[in-house]
């Protein structure tokens, strides 16, 4: 028989057994979307933000053909510096499981590891959606459809600006998928505080996105929950400065043909090099303070478990 291949750290163990509030964190995000060693810095920097607030981070990643929900130091390392790493979401990590690989996980493949460690609550900086052009390139994230059936709330700084936002929230609104601003009403763009775009749901605290979460699994309704956390005041881009950057890199890759999983790292590249650098400071200021709000929202959870 198949079991399995799941491997938590003892950190992660003690808390599922203690009923200690967890916060799953992605990989994808170390491989693609920062350089290193900004990349491993921001890593740590997240978990200890996850634990200074109380909570146990697990930081999921397929390596040698296990899922590892909390990774120890040198594999983070390892995984920091390494190259080609494989970008795996629900298509593909049975596959690299299959094989032996290693592979680092994006939303939708984090969701369903934390999902099967036991985990309800993952913070992440942006998740993908809808890309500019779709109608021609049917290039459509499966962190959507993740949400859509993986009871995980995932805590980000809304979706990312180089995507198109109005059609995001349109196939997540299809799909069923809650979409919670954070203290305010407008829909946040990653680096920007506001995208122009109203949210359709707004919440102000971590308990009222916690009471949420429980009572979807009482209504037996599947999927989880997106939680739209402005990027702190001090560190956001306005929408004025981000954009032209964004046009430009989208201009970029359409110029050199990159397509499929190459498009998001490629476009998070050439923003970071447009803005001297900017960009990824403010990337690396909303994931901190995504994992603040998830790792409140697990707290919640825990308090009634
Ligand atoms: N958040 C960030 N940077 C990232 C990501 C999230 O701040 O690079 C990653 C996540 O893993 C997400 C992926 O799933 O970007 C989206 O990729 P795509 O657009 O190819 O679905």
Known sequence: MTTLPLTCSAEVLRARETGAPLVALESTIITHGMPWPQNVETARAVEAE???AGAVPATMAVIGGRIHAGLDDATLDQLGQAQNVAKLSRADIAACLASGATGAT??????????LAGISVFATG?????????????DISADLLELA?????????GAKAILDLPKTLEVLETHGVPVIAFGQDDFPAFWSRVSGLKAPLRMDSAAEIAAAHRLRCVLGLPGGQLVANPIP?????????IMPH?????????????????VTPFLLQRIFERTEGRSLKANIALVLSNARLAAAI????????
């Open 50 to 52: 996850v634990r200074a």
């Open 246 to 262: 964004v046009e430009a890199a989208l201009a970029e890759a359409a110029a050199q043909g990159i397509a499929a999983k190459a």
């Open 149 to 157: 059936q993986t009871p995980v709330t995932v805590v980000a700084a």
């Open 126 to 138: 942006g998740i993908g959606g809808v890309h500019r052009g779709a109608e021609d390139s049917f």
């Open 106 to 115: 994006t939303v939708a493949a984090t969701m369903i590891c934390a999902r």
């Open 298 to 305: 697990a707290a919640e959870l825990a308090k009634a478990s």
């Open 233 to 241: 005041v001090e560190a956001e881009i306005p929408r004025a400065e």
